[in-house]
C-alpha cells in the first residue's frame, strides 16, 4: 500500500474562484478525516467520515466548504467562493480499527493559495 | 477536549536522549494520550500512544504519570531525522485529533 495520497499537492486560485481536492486513504480504511494547517499552526480539524457517512464536521467549516465520500473510498472536500483566509495547507488522514488502535495516516497535504 | 501544555521548542544534541513533556491536566478517563509529529514539509506521522502505562515502541517510549495529568515522550538517541513538530494530543479512540502547537524539536549534529 502507497500510503494516503492527495491530489492537487499546489494549488494557486483567484479570489472568488472555487476548488476541488481529492483525498484516497488507504484501501479499507473505513474513517477519512479533513484537517487544515496554517503557517506555525498545528492542524485543524474541519470534518471526519466513516465509510460514506459524514458523522462530524467543525464549526470552521463555513457554507462554503463541502466534503463528500459518495462510496466510502475517496473524498473530495471543495471550498466555493475561495477567500485569502482559506490559504493553508489541507491534509486529509484516513485510520481503520486495529485492534483497540485507531493511528491516523496522513497525506503529504495540499497547499492552496487564494491570490 | 483536554488543554495541553508543551514547551514552545527544545534543543537536543544528536545521539543523546530526548524527553519532551506534556501537560494535560484536563485529561478524561477514558482519554488515551496520543504522540504525533511532523517533519518539515510532510503530514503528521504516529509516533506512540498510551493511556495509564508507560510503552515502548521502535521509535520511543512514552512515560504517563501516575495520575495521568502529565507525559513525556523520550526519544533514546536523536538523530538528524528527529528534527520535527512534536505533537501531544489526548484524545478517545477513533476521534479527531485536537492538535496544539506543539514542541519544535531541533537537533544538533
Known amino acids: 500500500d502507497t500510503g494516503v495520497s492527495q491530489d492537487p499537492r499546489h494549488k494557486i486560485t483567484k479570489r472568488g474562484q472555487n476548488v476541488t481536492f481529492r483525498c484516497d486513504p488507504i484501501?479499507?480504511?473505513?474513517?477519512l478525516y479533513w484537517y487544515r494547517q496554517t503557517l506555525g499552526q498545528g492542524p485543524e480539524f474541519l470534518t471526519y467520515?466513516?465509510?460514506?457517512?459524514?458523522?462530524?464536521k467543525s464549526r470552521l467549516l463555513s457554507d462554503r466548504f463541502s466534503a463528500e465520500r459518495p462510496k466510502g473510498s475517496f473524498s473530495t472536500l471543495e471550498i466555493q467562493r475561495t477567500e485569502q483566509g482559506d490559504s493553508a495547507m489541507y491534509l486529509c488522514?484516513?485510520?481503520?480499527?486495529?485492534?483497540?488502535?485507531?493511528?491516523?495516516?496522513f497525506g503529504p497535504g495540499t497547499r492552496l493559495t487564494v491570490t | 477536549d483536554a488543554k495541553t501544555t508543551q514547551p514552545n521548542s527544545m534543543e537536543s544534541n544528536e545521539e543523546e536522549p530526548v524527553h519532551l513533556p506534556c501537560n494535560h491536566s484536563?485529561?478524561?478517563?477514558?482519554?488515551?494520550i496520543h504522540w504525533y509529529r511532523q517533519l518539515p514539509s510532510q503530514g503528521p506521522e504516529y509516533v506512540i500512544h498510551?493511556?495509564?502505562s508507560n510503552v515502548n515502541n521502535r521509535m520511543a517510549s512514552l512515560a504517563i504519570a501516575e495520575d495521568r495529568k502529565s507525559s513525556t515522550l523520550i526519544l533514546h538517541r536523536a538523530t538528524l531525522r528527529d528534527a520535527a513538530v512534536y505533537y501531544c494530543?489526548?484524545?478517545?479512540?477513533?476521534?479527531?485529533?485536537?492538535f496544539g502547537a506543539g514542541t519544535i524539536l531541533r537537533v544538533k549534529s
Open positions: 488522514a484516513s485510520s481503520t480499527r486495529q485492534g483497540i488502535n485507531y493511528e491516523q495516516y
Open positions: 484501501s479499507e480504511h473505513n474513517r
Open positions: 467520515f466513516q465509510n460514506e457517512a459524514q458523522l462530524e
Open positions: 484536563t485529561i478524561s478517563g477514558t482519554d488515551y
Open positions: 498510551g493511556l495509564t
Open positions: 494530543i489526548p484524545t478517545t479512540y477513533g476521534n479527531k485529533l485536537v
